[in-house]
């Protein structure tokens, strides 16, 4: 019996958030008076020379603007608008002031073909992949992909291929135990066991990923992967993470532009790549 997966799920686990403790603290030894959407963060924010009174309370979108403004000692000083603070740092790729905020996410219902690609994405991230040394492949998901469950044919093809994987897995996992049963202590033997067996699983078989992205990474990850050139299911992981982001911190994911293709997915595009 297989248990099929069609779509891969991503969820948002944790997000960029601001400790006001340290704000206050910074700009009050700054002489700089701050208040968050008319919130005073320090004493009497609008009777300091210098004042800034931000638009948003968005911690990411904050943690940024001040990563920004700290570089030109700019607190209190310009652009205070956020969207147009980010949109300059964005349209002017200073970059690496992105990468001061980081969100977390599970993604499940996702093969190992596209775990394989997902964990090319080096700069920016860190991940923790279900491993297959520990966790048994008996009983695991297998994802089909819709263009080959739209033909009976190639559907059959892809049931009896992913099933004759599956039950050459249980039975290696039954031979390699009986094997080494008596000669390494119990847990041991369950991961080695595993470890062999697992070579014979298809690249369909479901995996779950823990991963965290820096704003940069995430912008980078969705121009090469939220693309039509890229492959369908990494395309679909990209493009849900694409619609967090845009709710998360719009002015740092508005740029994108969603576009529907004639597959029924969609891919994305700015005019500001590789920020
Ligand atoms: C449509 C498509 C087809 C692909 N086909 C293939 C294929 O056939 N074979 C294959 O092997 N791969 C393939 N890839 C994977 C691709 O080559 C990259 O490995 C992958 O997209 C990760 O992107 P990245 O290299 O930009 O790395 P990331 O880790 O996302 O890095 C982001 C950026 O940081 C910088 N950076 C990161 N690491 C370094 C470093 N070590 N040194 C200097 N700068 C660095 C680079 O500017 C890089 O672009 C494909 C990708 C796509 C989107």
């Excluded at 996702?110 to 048994?136: K, L, P």
């Excluded at 995430?218 to 039509?228: F, P």
């Amino acid at each position: 019996m297989i248990t099929v997966i069609r779509e891969p799920r991503v969820y948002l686990v944790g997000r960029p958030s601001l400790v006001t403790e340290g704000w206050k603290a910074f700009f009050d030894d700054e002489g700089v008076g701050l208040s968050i959407v008319g919130e005073p963060v320090t004493e009497s924010p609008e009777k300091s020379e210098l004042h800034w009174e931000t638009d948003t309370d968005n911690a990411a979108e904050l943690l940024c603007m001040a990563a920004g403004k700290i570089c030109y000692d700019a607190f209190g000083k310009g652009r205070s608008d956020t969207g147009e603070y980010l949109g300059n740092i964005i349209e002017s790729k200073h970059g690496s002031v992105l990468e001061h905020v980081t969100w977390n996410f599970i993604i499940a219902g996702a093969s190992r073909v596209f775990s394989h690609e997902h964990v090319r994405h080096r700069a920016g991230v860190a991940i923790s992949q279900r491993s297959q040394r520990y966790v048994s492949e008996s009983a695991s998901g297998q994802v089909l992909l819709s263009m080959i469950e739209d033909n009976p044919e190639a559907k059959r093809v892809w049931e009896e291929a992913v099933a004759g994987a599956q039950a050459a897995y249980d039975k290696l996992v039954q031979l390699l135990a009986e094997d080494l049963r008596g000669h390494i202590d119990k847990t041991l033997l369950v991961k080695t066991v595993r470890s062999a067996a697992r070579s014979v699983m298809p690249n369909a078989t479901e995996t779950y990923i823990f991963w965290s992205a820096n704003a940069r990474a995430l912008r980078h990850y969705v121009e090469m992967r939220a693309s039509e050139h890229a492959d369908i299911e990494i395309r679909k992981v990209a493009v849900q993470i694409l619609k967090i982001m845009q709710r998360e911190a719009p002015n740092l994911f508005g740029d994108y532009r969603l576009i529907d293709l004639p597959d029924g997915t969609q891919e994305a595009s700015t005019d500001h790549t590789k920020v």
